[in-house]
């Protein structure tokens, strides 16, 4: 941990191509913002991202990094977090790589409470395939496959965490910085699964779920509503309205104990002795 780290550290020498006012741009900014105020550096920082737009975020900034197959990118973190619990583990994804295909990882992965973040950059459309229905498009959302809407509800992220036993559970908007910062720190600062969902707008695919549209109904539950995230009731409350576009922490568990100490595993795992375990080669053959 460094006190001296500006998140322009985090920044790689690698020009992002995502479309001009894509909101990908402000939710990255705010993840490095938030790493750098809670004192992590690119060399203890591990960022893991899937596929789509949002795929891309692990070359564009500067730590260790890997690109993930689709869906695949929580697996990978809860890996890398368990094998070396000294270091800061965060996981980028979408809409469609996190709650699609992905899904069943998330999940397990909320209920298991591995202390990483997990920063999802919703935009409700699937942008790198040019704009197809994603899980938390609209039902009415017309799009070129499906021009009378997907017919279906929306995947409602937050209710999926809380049922899944999440320990923290936020929602920010990428336009909103210094707001996103603070939400993605406190996802850091959290001991356990700390889940953001970002209202990450796509300037070139949905017209509905736009700047504008967020900034004229975006209700934030700290600033504007005095809510009490460790209030598990008023916590289902705001995540179930469906009226409403909210920012903020809507549940934290301040009791919550992640993973590792739960298992005791608290040293690095990754350095492995020389020399297979005693009976190790007797248990290959048995099974080979």
Known sequence: MSSDVRFTDFKSDKQ???????GDFGTMNGMMKALAETGNDPDNTFVVAGIGCSGKIGTYMHSYALHGVHGRALP???GVKMSRPDIEVMVAGGDGDGYSIGAGHFVHAVRRNVDMSYVVMDNRIYGLTKGQASPTSRSDFETSTTPEGPKQPPVNPL???????????AQSFASDALRHQEIVQEAIEHDGFGF?????????FNDVDTYDYFRDNLVDLQEDEDHDPTDYEAAKEVILDSDKEYQGVMYQDDESVPYHEQHGVTENMSEIPDGAPEDAMDLVREFY
Request: with cysteine.
């Open 16 to 22: 992002p191509t995502w479309c001009p006012g894509c």
């Open 76 to 78: 990978v973190g809860q």
């Open 159 to 169: 209710a999926l965490a809380l049922a899944s036993g999440a320990s923290f559970i």
């Open 196 to 204: 953001v969902n970002v209202f990450s707008p796509c300037v070139t």
